[in-house]
């Protein structure tokens, strides 16, 4: 889209603007600037939105943004309807209108084999007379399908689906959508209207993500993310569209009218051309992860290849789509009714089943939350066997519709755990039964109660039995007073034989009766004393997490260790005191507040005291000149060389901070394997530097 000397004059620009913007001053005009502001805002948009790479930072985009708005409201004669503040919605979306298809949008056929291929590929070649044929390949996005209107370079109109032949008007919502450019140079290939089909998704870190602060406010979890993508494109507030973060591929060019006098170019003779075409005016298309190839056995090398691969990608697909390459070849082969003739698509394996539902049981959580459990039929879903499924809350159960005994729709997308789509009614016979909440708690039978602000049901005994031993697992967990040797199943069976009763009493445990039970042995139980002990001398901050106060994770807990000189401060700490700590909320703060007000909790504290674990923040000191003093960090991902709090640890050491998340006042994202969301949004903003673990260890060895 942009060829390097327009990139650098673009950046040169922008630093033009900047300057001009803090001297409130315009360029040589009003339309001038106006014009030179929707350039480099377009520009960046796509350097953010299609490339990945943003080269402004989020401030100077802001203020480049605001400047435009801000000469626009005072010339409002002068916006043009690709202006990038065009994206910004006014009001909520009344209705969406039916609007037909310039070309409708048919379904593709489906294959799941090489045979089925094999077989597709003969008819294709008998009936165009060759002996092989030029196919392009590329992913099969599992998203919510759109077609896009462009007239004179300009997006003229947004669709969905609908039934093929006509969809609806989404063209306020697909603006909200950063990486469909509002204008594109079509004209300059002599193209007058083009109608172009695609995709919305939604990458699966910003899915994730989604999900997890949805589940943290205790709202139910989207389904997937093509259900997510889809919902999205119909909500009636443009705003809250642009919030989910959606993406969309363009893949295909269904129609297209040439402009007087203009002859067809080539790069419009084949589907990889225009794919090609495509990203070149700024769209985010398939080019890259697309294959020409010739004959089908080349196709289905390359397909059962991708299978494997599928993992990888930042995003769902759930196939392939063969396609004949030559668009004068795909005309002569045609279409049914239902399907072209010149495409198919290409099923992975099936990552959904469906199953019967067998059995709701109900589990009490360390802070007394109720989480129903649904016990199927065990059934195979991507290469794993699926027997329980969690149902998050009451209000899931209502939403689905689910009875005991339904036949019940599964799906496990990636490493997505698995969920209950939906029921399905219409096998129904009425032997199915209702679903009942339990309205006193499973274990310990005190009356459920559930917050007006909540979506779920609590025990509030925290003498509650399946409360005590759930607190006591987070509080020996690794990432708490890290007891080896200590886990789960001992916890359970330790609890369950009467030896151990609460998290006092870890330190108190009889190793004489334990020593005599089956399975361990001199050795192992040498392992667990030793352990026992070590832990307490644990920093402050492992105490505090271990507590498992409800909203307080493993950051949150270092910042309150580092208030304070001994635990027993913050008993006396009021709200606003702990709300004046860093990155700590109203509701963090009321919930600290709460646990150290409650006399249970310090009485318990106390004993934690006697017994010999450290209560006092023994800081070490950290070097005011260190290599990395003032300077702020973040892990993500799998570590191999250090613990993750080995590597915090040596940050503090130097001076630096650890970050709860992902912002401006970031420094440096180390990344291990498997890094997720918080990698991509670091990615967008140009600040923060991101080193690899060889890399941090290269800073602090300095």
């Known amino acids: 889209m942009y060829t390097k000397e327009i990139e650098i004059a673009l950046a040169q620009l922008a630093k033009q603007l900047l300057s001009h913007l803090q001297q409130q001053q315009l360029l040589q005009s009003i339309d001038e600037t106006l014009d030179a502001l929707r350039r480099v805002i377009s520009y960046n948009d796509w350097r953010y939105y299609v490339e990945s790479e943003p080269v402004i930072s989020d401030y100077e985009y802001d203020q480049l943004f605001a400047w435009l708005k801000k000469l626009e409201q005072e010339h409002p004669d002068l916006v043009t309807s690709d202006s990038p503040t065009q994206r910004v919605a006014q009001g909520l979306t009344k209705e969406f209108v039916t609007v037909p298809h310039l070309v409708p949008m048919l379904s593709l056929e489906n294959s799941y084999n090489a045979d089925d291929l094999l077989d597709w590929d003969r008819k294709a070649r008998e009936s165009a007379g060759l002996a092989e044929i030029e196919y392009c390949i590329e992913p ?109 591929f363009l893949y ?58 599928r993992d990888n990608l930042p995003y769902e697909i759930d196939g392939m789509v063969i396609k004949v390459n030559d668009y004068d070849l795909q005309d002569r082969l045609g279409m049914t009714t239902h399907h072209p003739r010149w495409a198919i698509a290409y099923k992975f394996k099936a990552r959904q089943a469906t ?97 007006e602000t909540e979506s779920v ?45 609460d998290i006092p009493g870890i330190y108190e445990l009889d190793f004489e009766k334990i020593g005599a039970l089956e399975g361990f042995g001199k050795k192992s139980l040498t392992n667990l004393q030793s352990a026992i002990e070590q832990s307490k001398t644990q920093p402050l901050h492992r105490l505090i997490f271990g507590l498992g106060i409800r909203y307080v994770g493993e950051t949150t807990a270092k910042t309150l260790a580092n208030a304070v000189n001994h635990i027993m401060d913050l008993q006396n700490w009021t709200e606003e005191q702990i709300l004046a700590l860093e990155d700590i909320g109203p509701k963090v703060a009321g ?17 934690l005291a006697a017994l010999g674990i450290s209560m006092t923040n023994t800081k070490k000191e950290t070097h005011a000149s260190g290599n990395l003093n003032g300077q702020t960090f973040l892990f993500t991902g799998t570590l191999h060389k250090l613990k993750r709090s080995e590597a915090e640890e040596m940050v503090e050491q130097e001076g630096g901070k650890i970050m709860s998340g992902v912002s401006s006042k970031l420094n440096y994202l180390v990344v291990g394997d498997d890094a997720g969301s918080k990698l991509e949004k670091a990615k967008k903003i140009n600040t923060i530097k991101i080193l690899s673990e060889d890399d941090f260890l290269a800073m602090i060895n300095k």
């Not at 093929?164 to 300059?188: H, M």
């Not at 225009?274 to 398939?286: D, V």
């Not at 919930?591 to 004993?607: E, P, T, Y």
């Open 355 to 451: 199953s019967k539902l067998r059995s709701v049981e109900f589990q009490v959580g360390r802070t007394g939350s109720i989480t129903p459990v649904a016990k199927i039929d065990p059934v195979p879903i991507g290469g794993v066997t699926v027997g329980s499924i969690s149902l998050f809350n009451e209000e899931v159960i209502k939403e689905k519709d689910l009875k005991l005994g339904d036949t019940v729709l599964v799906e496990r997308a990636g490493d997505v755990i698995p969920y209950i789509v939906k029921s399905v009614a219409d096998l129904r016979d009425g032997s199915e039964q209702e679903i009942i909440f339990p309205v006193r708690c499973p274990v310990c039978h005190d009356k459920l109660v559930k917050p």
């Open 591 to 607: 919930s600290i507040r709460l646990f150290f007000a409650n006399n249970d909790n310090i009485q318990m504290l106390n004993r």
């Open 252 to 309: 295909h060019m269904s129609y297209h009218n040439m402009n007087p006098g203009k002859t067809e170019p080539d790069v419009l003779k084949t589907h990889s051309g225009t794919l090609e075409l495509l990203s070149t005016l700024g769209f985010r298309s398939p080019a890259r992860e697309k294959k020409v190839v010739k004959g089908i056995q080349n196709v289905i090398d390359y397909v059962l290849k991708f299978e494997t691969e």
């Open 140 to 248: 099969k996005f599992d998203g919510a399908s759109i077609s896009l209107i462009y007239e004179d370079d300009r997006l003229t109109r947004g669709a969905t689906r609908g039934d093929g032949v006509a969809g609806e008007d989404i063209t306020t919502n697909i603006k909200q959508i950063r990486s469909i450019p509002l204008s594109a140079s079509f004209s300059k290939y002599g193209i007058h209207q083009i109608e172009i089909r695609g995709e919305v998704l939604i990458n699966k870190n910003t899915f994730k993500a989604f999900n997890d602060k949805r589940i943290a406010d205790n709202l139910p979890p989207l389904a997937n993310p093509r259900n997510a993508a889809s919902g999205s494109l119909r909500m009636v507030d443009p705003n809250e569209v642009a919030k989910r973060g959606l993406e969309a």
């Open 457 to 501: 049901w609590r025990c509030t005994n925290i003498n509650c039995e399946a409360q005590v031993v759930e607190r006591m697992i987070h509080f020996v967990s690794k990432d708490a007073m890290d007891i080896k040797s200590f886990g789960e199943s001992n916890v359970r069976k330790f609890f369950s034989l009467g030896l151990l009763k």
